[in-house]
């Protein structure tokens, strides 16, 4: 791979700036010979998180920006491999799209500010690496440069690897802000938009797992049609939202893929589910309400995804002792279960840290976390119980 340092100013790199409201269709400098925002970019976050007047002030502070990378393409023109997030932050000055407070804290647009200070934005020098090689050598040093800025994540990453129509088009769709089914997503998924999360989690749906996500985006790489991903995306996101009909803020960030793969042939009852889900929430012995909603699919059987509350220690004992004082009367063991068979530990008295507290009327089925609805087991009659 070849490498070649350049000078330029930032009056350079903005002529011909084009600014596009939806960043991942493509920012363009040098008087549109530049490609500011190739499609296996990030999408613009400086914003985000505040960092746009930084770069301004550095401008005006004549500090440097740091070492910036450009792809030169075969037909001459560039792309940006890596300083993208400051050019558009300078650039989007330059063209008005927003203020910089002044040191006088009043908001001041490039328009308005003084002659002298707009000049030494414009004059300020950027050196530029420009790189011509394969494109694995660019794709694979695009992953490993780490200049200034914010870290790319994974699924960034492999949008650099994995560049092509695929990824552009799967962009435009789950990786664009202003698209209406956003804040509908947002309510199950975690993440940002931006930063390629919602992409990020339906890639890994539709491939049954994160550790599936290079190999489809490999084998999908050149096609332009995401059908196939949007359609499963859809389905996993529509079956959560008609099953569980009240929306809970615990729901966002599951599993819903997995737990979609796992459930959604099984027939439901919204408002049964609700009114269950609504029990569950209101009990102060479900410790682990997110727990909640994979316990309701599963037909309430694992208790232990709820991590209800367990019996405290004094009640356990308390419990223990009586039991046993009983169990020795009768000549039969402290575990009800076992006194009752007809096999070696019918008279064995467990030792207090053989046995487990638990429910004698299940808690899944009413049961309370109560000292008059404890009984100690020894474990293996314990771990066979389940919700009986």
């Known amino acids: 791979m070849n490498t070649q340092l350049v000078k330029y100013t930032v009056e350079q790199i903005s002529e011909g700036f084009i600014f596009n409201e939806f960043e991942g269709k493509g920012l363009f400098g040098l008087s549109g010979r530049l490609t500011i925002q190739p499609e296996y970019q990030r999408n613009y976050i400086y914003a985000e998180e505040k960092r746009e007047q930084a770069v301004i002030d550095s401008l005006l502070k004549e500090y440097p920006l740091g070492l910036i990378y ?56 950027l050196l530029v690496y420009e790189c011509e090689g394969l494109e694995s050598e660019i794709k694979e040093w695009f992953k490993t440069i780490n200049i200034v800025g914010v870290p790319l994540n994974e699924q960034e990453l492999l949008n650099a690897v994995y560049s092509g129509p695929f990824v552009t088009k799967g962009k435009e769709e789950f990786s664009n802000s202003q698209n209406s089914n956003v ?74 893929g997995r737990l979609y793969e796992n459930f959604h042939n099984k027939s439901y009852d919204s408002e049964k589910v609700n009114m269950l889900v609504k029990k ?22 694992d208790s232990k995804l709820l991590e209800i509350r367990v019996f405290q220690e004094d009640v356990r004992r308390s419990v223990y002792d009586l039991q046993t004082n009983i169990a020795r009367k009768k000549t039969v063991s402290n575990c009800p279960h076992c006194a009752l068979g007809n096999n070696s530990n019918k008279t064995k008295i467990w030792d207090i840290t053989e046995m487990d507290a638990d429910h ?29």
């Open 280 to 301: 569950l929430y209101d009990d102060p012995f479900v410790q682990n309400k997110k727990g909640i909603f994979e316990y309701v699919l599963g037909e309430c059987r």
């Open 183 to 256: 804040q509908k997503w947002t309510t199950y998924i975690n993440g940002s938009v931006k930063r390629q999360d919602i992409w990020s989690k339906a890639l890994e749906w539709v491939s049954n797992g994160k550790n599936n996500i290079g190999g489809y985006m490999s084998e999908h790489r050149h096609s332009s049609d995401i059908s196939e991903v949007k359609l499963y995306f859809e389905s996993v996101i529509d079956w959560v939202s008609s099953v569980f009909v009240e929306v809970k803020k615990e729901m966002r960030g599951l599993e819903w």
């Open 360 to 388: 004698i009327s299940a808690w899944s089925k009413g049961g309370k976390t109560t000292k008059d609805n404890c009984q100690v087991l020894c474990r293996v009659h314990n771990r066979a119980k389940g919700n009986k």
């Open 70 to 125: 450009f792809n030169k393409l075969a037909d001459g023109r560039l792309e940006v491999l890596d300083g993208q997030q400051r050019i558009t932050s300078f650039g989007r000055f330059i063209s008005g799209k927003f203020p910089i407070k002044d040191e006088r804290g009043l908001e001041q647009y490039f328009s308005g500010l003084a002659a002298d200070k707009q000049q030494r934005i414009l004059n300020s020098i």
